[in-house]
Structures are given as C-alpha cells and as structure tokens.
C-alpha cells in the first residue's frame, strides 16, 4: 500500500468520527448551557435541565437503530458507500438545527423539531464509529490492528477541542445576550464545513481488503442482524458491556460537569471550558499509549485497566469535581480523561476482532452503540438527579457501577479475545 493510500485512509477514519465528536458535543454543550431555556421553558431550571439532558440522550436511543440500518448496508454492499451516507446524514442534521426557531417562536413545534434532528444526528452516528473503524482495521498490517484502529478513537478528543474551542471563542466575543439569541447557532453551521471535508477524503476511498475478500467468497450473509444474534450474540454482549465505562466517563466529564461546575459550584463559563480543553488532550494521551501497548500485550489488558481507572475516577469525583480551586477540578477532570483513553482508544482494535467479516460492521455498530445508550444517554440525566439527591459522591457510585459492567463485559470472552 502506497503512503499516499495509508495516509488517506487514516484520515478519512479520523475525520468521520471527528465530526461525529464535534457534531454531538456541540449539542451537548448547547443542551448544557441554552437549549433548557430556549426549547424547554419552566419555572424550574432542574426540569429545563432534565429536559434539554432528555433531548440530548435521545441520539443515544436512534443510534442502534443506525447501526442495524447501516451495519445492514455496510456488511451487504460495502463500507465506503455507508460511511459516505452516515455522515451525509448525521452532518446534515446538525446543520439544520442552525436555523431552528425557539419556543418563543413557534411554540411546542420548537422541541419537536429539535427531537427530531436530534434523532437524525443519533441515526447517521450509529453508522459513523463502526465503520470509520474497519476503515482504519480492515486496512491495517498484520500486528498494527490497534495502531492504526486508534485513529477513529482519536476523533473525539479533536472534536471535543473544536467544539469546546469554538464555544470559547464565542464565549470571548459575544455577550451572554447575543450568544443566547444567535451565538449558539454557530457551531452547528460550522459542521457543514467538516462534512464536505469528510466527504471529499472518503469519495475517494476505494473497498477494504476484509469486505472484498468475504463479498468473492460468498461470505455476506442476506440478514447480517440475524446472523449477529444467531452466532455471535455472546460476542456483542461482551462487547456492548465493554463500551458501557468510557461513555459514562465522557458525558460525566465534559456535558454533566461542565453544567454542575458552572451552575451548582458557580465557576465560569469560559475558566471550566479552558480547563476541559486543557483536560480532553490526556485524553489523546490515553489512546495513543494504551493502543501502541495494545499491539504487544493484547486489547484487553490496556482495556482493563481503563474500566479500573474509571472506577478510581469515581472514587475521587466527590472531593475532587466539588473543590473550589479549579486545579483540583482540573487534576480530575486529566485523571478521569487520562483512564478513558485505555477505555476507549483500544475499542477501535478489538471491537472489529470479535466479528466476522460478513457481520463485522452490523456487530461492531450494534455492540458501540448499545453500550453507549447504557453508559452515555442516561448519564447526564443520572447524574443530575443524583447530585441533587446526594451530591456528587452518589455520581461516583454511577461511574463504578459503570466499570463493574465493563469489566464484566471483557470476563464474558474467553482470554483469546
């Protein structure tokens, strides 16, 4: 393979999950900070919350439908054709919200339409990860599976940054008013920009070897779903279980805390946005060191021990996320990002491994998207409620709750996984 072909390659499986992290974190940052009172008016601004959460962790509930949908046309008629059509449809959806009129605008058609392109964002992604994935595995040399399966992982700590960063830019330059009244559109216009980007690179992408190998031996089953569940059920639940910590650990690190450090504790917006900036690069920390490991001791050590740092997170998230000194925050928030990188990052490699060809990216898809609606669309909504029952000691209990399953999704294989 030429370095021009492998650098295409790397690319177009970072930058669709780039804009998929971009995409889904500018949403979740506007759900944090304007869309409660923008589209879910009440005299509470728990419920706003609660609510504009709900309409966040909506996506999470689309997406194993995206992932049956275009698992079905991926692992059928091939992964370029589906990752070009995932990412039309998920950047397409973010787009829109850009132009959505409010509440005070049009009344209760306002949410609705929201929910509605919320849905569409979660229906293209649960086609985006599983394949940017066998894009990077399917492609790699023999041994450098976890190497070059850490590029669709990578995407999220730059997402995170160009989102994060964009909001802080505005945050610079606009009053509360004007980011309130127009500010916030931004971001989601600015997706159309990476989505042509996305889309150029990956027109270009030829077929992974894996797929033509298995579509020449006749290896495509006609119902990938059912072949899934038919012979490899014991390897989606091992692999659903094993997403569960490193989305819990995201969207309680980045969507709740950026809420609960703003609101509860009273930080500044634009101090707790620099300080996760600063904190989502141990993150990319944490991929690139346990997936170069990965490729000499196996996935599932590095794994393991991302699962037992999330639990530490959890152990430290009282005193440390509830300190007044934003260094302390800011040292938890390193930590926490630091274990997801082992939790997450290693994923990209050993996810597509549990699969067959035929079935790989209706599996991969399936298992990723799955464990994120249990790991990352209740999060936020849980952690909320729990911080006000308990404060944030009860949401460190969530987190090593959030472990145990992962743990016990790796103890479901056998060690050869």
């Known amino acids: ?188 216009l600015a997706s159309a920009v990476l989505v042509v980007l996305g889309l150029w690179v990956r027109l270009k992408l030829t077929e992974t070897p894996a797929f033509r190998e298995a579509a020449a031996h006749d290896a495509l089953p006609p119902v990938p779903i059912a072949e899934l569940f038919r012979h490899h059920l014991r390897a989606t639940l091992a692999g659903t279980g094993a997403v569960i910590a490193c989305f819990a650990l995201f969207y309680l690190t980045t969507a709740f805390a950026l809420s609960y450090g703003t609101t509860t504790l009273g930080h500044s917006r634009q101090a707790f946005l620099g300080i996760e900036i600063g904190a989502i690069l141990f993150l990319a920390l944490g991929v690139i060191i346990s997936c170069t490991l990965a490729d000499r001791t196996g996935a599932r050590p590095m794994l393991r021990w991302g699962f037992l740092g999330c639990a530490v997170s959890g152990l430290l998230m009282g005193p440390m996320l509830g300190a ?26 050993w996810l597509p491994s549990l699969f067959d060809a035929g079935v790989r990216y209706t599996g991969v898809s399936i298992a990723f998207n799955l464990g994120g609606i249990l790991g990352g669309a209740l999060a936020p909504i849980a952690a909320q409620k729990l911080a006000e029952a308990g404060g944030l000691n009860l949401v460190g209990i969530y987190l090593i709750g959030a472990a145990l399953l992962s743990l016990g999704g790796l103890a479901l294989l056998k060690p050869a996984h």
């Open 1 to 188: 393979m030429s370095t021009a072909s492998t650098r295409r390659i790397l690319l177009a499986s970072l930058i669709g999950t780039s804009v998929e992290f971009y995409d889904f974190y500018v949403y979740a940052t506007a759900a944090a900070l304007v869309f409660g009172p923008l589209f879910f008016p009440a005299s509470d601004p728990g419920v706003q919350m609660i609510a504009s959460y709900a309409s966040f962790g909506l996506a999470f509930f689309a997406r194993p439908l995206g992932a049956a949908l275009f698992g079905h046309f991926g692992d059928r008629l091939g992964r370029k054709s589906t990752l070009v059509a995932s990412l039309m449809l998920m950047g397409g959806s973010t787009v829109a919200i850009a132009f959505l009129p409010t509440y005070a605008q049009i009344g209760w058609i306002a949410p609705l339409l929201l929910c509605i392109l919320r849905f569409g964002q979660g229906l293209g992604l649960g086609g985006e990860w599983g394949g940017a994935s066998l894009l990077a595995v399917e492609n790699a040399p023999e041994g450098q599976e976890n190497r070059w399966g850490m590029f669709p992982p990578l995407g999220a700590p730059i997402g995170f940054i160009a989102a994060n960063g964009f909001f802080l830019l505005l945050g610079a330059a606009l009053t509360p008013a004007q980011f309130t009244a127009w500010g916030w559109r931004l971001p989601f």
């Open 324 to 349: 007044t000194s934003l260094w302390i925050v800011f040292a938890w928030l390193a930590l926490s990002l630091f274990a997801m990188g082992f939790a997450y990052g290693p994923l990209g490699g």
